[in-house]
Structure formats: structure tokens, C-alpha cells
């Protein structure tokens, strides 16, 4: 048997053993170690069986990766163990999630995407949300915020004071809309309510959705991997691409970066409700507290926003600003600066007249669900390591790709395992 250091090994020794852990308990595998002076055994029947280089059984190590996306570690422990008995501890679960999201950004890069018609929409939209991290595994700003950072009181914090710092982290989503043609009331009722049986027109739905996700990488990189998966999606740029954003400005800039070195125009549309509650904040400077005259204020700006006349509606809040005293005047100069600052990416005439998305809510959902139904749990203090990989393991579930992705990642780790240790290597066959 040689080995890939090219040494020959020519000596066999018989009763060589190993544990596995496995699905159905503790086994004991015994082969044949083929062996020679100064140099490491060979053990052919592992490459065989494609025996994972730790003590835990592929199988297993699945187990713990459908247990730790779902739930806190120590939960994913108690359903292992009850189920396959004292296999597996709490330190080798974290340990096996962390091996297993090694080839996602691998498997995503390999695949081939199904074509879509030309007239479907391409929608991107792309959102942050902190993570409650360990010290060490803060970025080196908020670590040294947190360092200069002194407690006011030794038993409780103070106004403002935080009890952890936090790591954003970035999201991204890439779907497939049907163009669904509206009207500005179909979107927001008019002033008064809305009355007759008129249906609403529905809103385009969003379909075949991709997540992905980093905390280790900047916003930067997700939005290029989120590009990428776009491009695989239509490599001749003949659907109109709609990037759905909440008005960030270092979003707006890097996906407008990015559009531009690859040559692709896009149609930068900032999320409907956040301009909403822009204007909310505008309403209680203009009325008194819970005032019902409030709702048909925003509603009819609303509307007008929505039928492309963001100019009339910059001129007719500062008519309206101007009769306020200073102290009374921040949120509608807030609305204002919004508005103003956007305004080229506000054109909902256009997108309701194209049938396009005009609201986050699809990212909004991935970040509830892939961060804080996970990542939020009580008393949770996260590593990089460890956050990383959970939350590329659940984007890949909520992608529904996890077997075929299990799939392609024991191919992979039996050639880093076996195939790399022999000068003929044993292939993985299925």
C-alpha cells in the first residue's frame, strides 16, 4: 500500500480497532493497519467506508446539525441523547456544526440554476441584524467601545447601558416575482377608509427564495455572493433586477458599487414601510398624541408617495414645518431630510405600474427567523466560529437544500480525509 508521501508500506498488522459513535450507540470497528518504519499506518478499510477522521459517525453529525439549527445546543444534546443514548456531548455537538458548514459557500458556487422567463422579476434585498457576542469575538471598534464602557451601578445597569455588545450580522435573499400590476389604494387605504367591494389587486409573491448569511464577512462580501447567486439566475441580464433596501446609505453604496462593476443595471426601490413610519414620526409633530386626524394625515402622503409625487409632498411638509417651534420639529424635519436624501429611489409609480415589490418584508422574515428565533435565546452569548456556522446551516435549511448538501459535503470531507493519505485514492461512489 503507498502512501502519498510515495513510502510503501508492505507490512500488515492484524486487530486494529477504533470507536465510532453512532446513531445506534458506541461501535467498535476493527481493520487492518498497513504499516512501515518512521512513517504513519495506513488504514484502507477507513477509506472504504469512509470513516470520519473524529470519532462520530456521518449520521450522527447530521443528528446534530438538524438538533443545533433548531434549537439552543443543550437542547440539541437532550434530543440526542435521548434518542441514541450518551454518544455525544455538548462541546463535540458545537464542534461537528461547526465542521459541517465548511462547504456551503462550495456547494452554492457548484450549483446550475433553472432559467426564469424574461418578464419575471429578479428581487434582491439585503438587511443586518446584531448577534449578542462572546468578548473575543467582537470587531475591534465595538470591543474597544465596550473596553472604555464602565458600569454605573455594580447590581443593575443604568439608562441607555447594554448588557452585552453585539456583531451585525448581514443577511441576504435573492427570489423570483411575477410582475402583479396595482394601484396606490390597493396598497394603502385612502383617507377615511376604504368603502364599496371593490377587490384588491395582489401583490407579486415571492417565489423560490435563496438565503444567505455571514457574520465573519462584511456586508460587502454578502452582497457580492448575493450578485453572484443573481447572475447565476440570469447570466444575460434580460429580467429587470429589483433591489428592495431600508435606506441605509453604506447598503445603497456598495449594491450601487457592485451593480457598476459588473455593468448590470438595477432598480434601487427603498422599503415602503420604513418610508411609512418616517411619516408617522412627521404626524406627531403636526398633531397631538393618538389623535385620530393623525391617520388620515399619513394616509393621504402615503398615497402621493405612492402615485410619484414625493416632490409635492417634500414641499407640503416643509409649508408645514415652518409653522412649528424648533422643539416640536424633529421628526417632520427627519421625514423631510428621508424623503429628500431618496428621492430618486422612491418612484412607486413606476414599480406599481411594473408589477414589482415595493416592500423588505421577505428579508425582514429572514431576519426574525434565522437570527432571532435562534440566535436571541436567553442568556445566548455567541463565537464566531459557532454563529457563523448555524446561521450558514440555517439559511441552507430554510433553502431546503440540507440533504442534498450533506450530500455533497461527505464527497468533499472523504477527499480531505482519505483521498489526500493514498497515491491511488479510494473515490466516494453513491
Not at 1 to 10: K, L, Q
Not at 316 to 323: G, I, N, S, Y
Not at 417 to 429: C, S
Amino acid at each position: 500500500m503507498t502512501g502519498a508521501d510515495g513510502v510503501v508500506r508492505g507490512r500488515v498488522a492484524m486487530g486494529h480497532h477504533r470507536l465510532l459513535a453512532t446513531v445506534v450507540g458506541t461501535v467498535r470497528v476493527t481493520r487492518c493497519a498497513w504499516r512501515a518504519p518512521n512513517v504513519g499506518n495506513l488504514y484502507p478499510a477507513d477509506a472504504v467506508l469512509s470513516l470520519p477522521a473524529v470519532r462520530h459517525s456521518a449520521g450522527l453529525a447530521k443528528l446534530a446539525v438538524i438538533e443545533a439549527v433548531r434549537g439552543s445546543f443543550d437542547t440539541a444534546h437532550a434530543a440526542i441523547t435521548a434518542r441514541c443514548g450518551q454518544v455525544i456531548g455538548k462541546r463535540q455537538i458545537e464542534q461537528l456544526v461547526a465542521g459541517a458548514a465548511a462547504d456551503v459557500d462550495a456547494f452554492y458556487a457548484a450549483q446550475t440554476l433553472l432559467p426564469c422567463t424574461a418578464c419575471t422579476v429578479l428581487a434582491i434585498s439585503v438587511d443586518a441584524k446584531g448577534i449578542a457576542m462572546r468578548p473575543e469575538a467582537l470587531r475591534p471598534a465595538t470591543a474597544k467601545a465596550a473596553a472604555r464602557a464602565r458600569a454605573t451601578f455594580r447590581t443593575r445597569l443604568a439608562s441607555r447601558e447594554k448588557p452585552a455588545r453585539k456583531r451585525m450580522a448581514t443577511l441576504g435573499v435573492v427570489y423570483d416575482a411575477d410582475p402583479a400590476a396595482r394601484r396606490p389604494h390597493d396598497v394603502i387605504a385612502v383617507p377615511g377608509g376604504r368603502g364599496g367591494q371593490r377587490r384588491l389587486r395582489p401583490r407579486p409573491r415571492a417565489e423560490r427564495k435563496w438565503l444567505c448569511g455571514s457574520i465573519i464577512t462584511g456586508p460587502g462580501t454578502v452582497i457580492a455572493k448575493v450578485f453572484d447567486h443573481a447572475e447565476a439566475r440570469d447570466p444575460a441580464y434580460a429580467r429587470p433586477w429589483v433591489v428592495l433596501v431600508d435606506g441605509a446609505r453604506h447598503q445603497l453604496d456598495l449594491i450601487a458599487a457592485e451593480a457598476a462593476r459588473r455593468g448590470i443595471a438595477v432598480h434601487i426601490v427603498i422599503d415602503f414601510v420604513h418610508v411609512i413610519e418616517k411619516l408617522w414620526a412627521a404626524a406627531w409633530s403636526l398633531h397631538p398624541p393618538a389623535a385620530p386626524a393623525a391617520e388620515d394625515w399619513v394616509a393621504a402622503h402615503a398615497l402621493a408617495l405612492l402615485a410619484g409625487h414625493t416632490d409635492h409632498v417634500v414641499t407640503a411638509l416643509t409649508a408645514q414645518a415652518t409653522a412649528l417651534p424648533s422643539r416640536r420639529r424633529d421628526g417632520i424635519d427627519a421625514c423631510i431630510r428621508y424623503l429628500t436624501n431618496n428621492a430618486e429611489h422612491l418612484r412607486y409609480d413606476q414599480a406599481l405600474e411594473a408589477g414589482w415589490p415595493i416592500a423588505t418584508g421577505v428579508i425582514e422574515g429572514a431576519c426574525r427567523h434565522l437570527i432571532a428565533d435562534r440566535f436571541d435565546l436567553a442568556g445566548a452569548r455567541w463565537g464566531l466560529a459557532g454563529a457563523e456556522a448555524v446561521l450558514k446551516l440555517r439559511a441552507l435549511t430554510a433553502n431546503g437544500h440540507l440533504d442534498d448538501y450533506w450530500r455533497y459535503h461527505l464527497a468533499q470531507q472523504h477527499d480531505r480525509v482519505h483521498q489526500t493519505r493514498y497515491q491511488d485514492g479510494y473515490a466516494l461512489t453513491t
